[in-house]
């Protein structure tokens, strides 16, 4: 990632440049040159990542039930961030509808 970064700068410097002496002289050129040299912008889709506490707010129960489902590896699936723990938005809702229930009307009249 760093070295991609430098690459960009390095080459952000020639577009900066090629922009600024030409006559029509525009700064959304600029961006849309820059945003298309990211290898990154366009291969990652965008992931909401939540924290324990959104993720229980979320859900409706408090963080320490949302800690001991982890421990025993019960609840919904997080990510790991270096040291820190996130949810994924996608996977909070497929974990609630996993749960869900769905009554039946001929299992209810027997």
Not at 56 to 80: C, D, E, H, K, M
Request: glycine share 6%; hydrophobic share 40%; aromatic share 8%.
């Amino acid at each position: 990632m760093v070295v991609e970064s430098q690459a960009i700068v390095k080459r952000s410097g020639n577009v900066w440049r090629r922009c600024r002496q030409s006559p029509a002289f525009d700064i959304s050129d600029i961006w849309r040159t820059l945003v298309g040299m990211s290898r990154f912008a366009r291969t990652t889709p965008a992931i909401t990542l939540m924290d324990a506490e959104g993720a229980a707010r979320r859900l409706g129960i408090t963080t320490t039930t949302l800690y001991r489902w982890r421990r025993v590896r019960r609840g919904p699936s997080y990510i790991r961030v270096g040291s820190q723990i996130r949810y994924s938005v996608a996977d909070l809702d497929a974990f609630v509808a996993a749960g869900r229930v769905s009554i039946h009307p001929e299992a209810q009249s027997a």
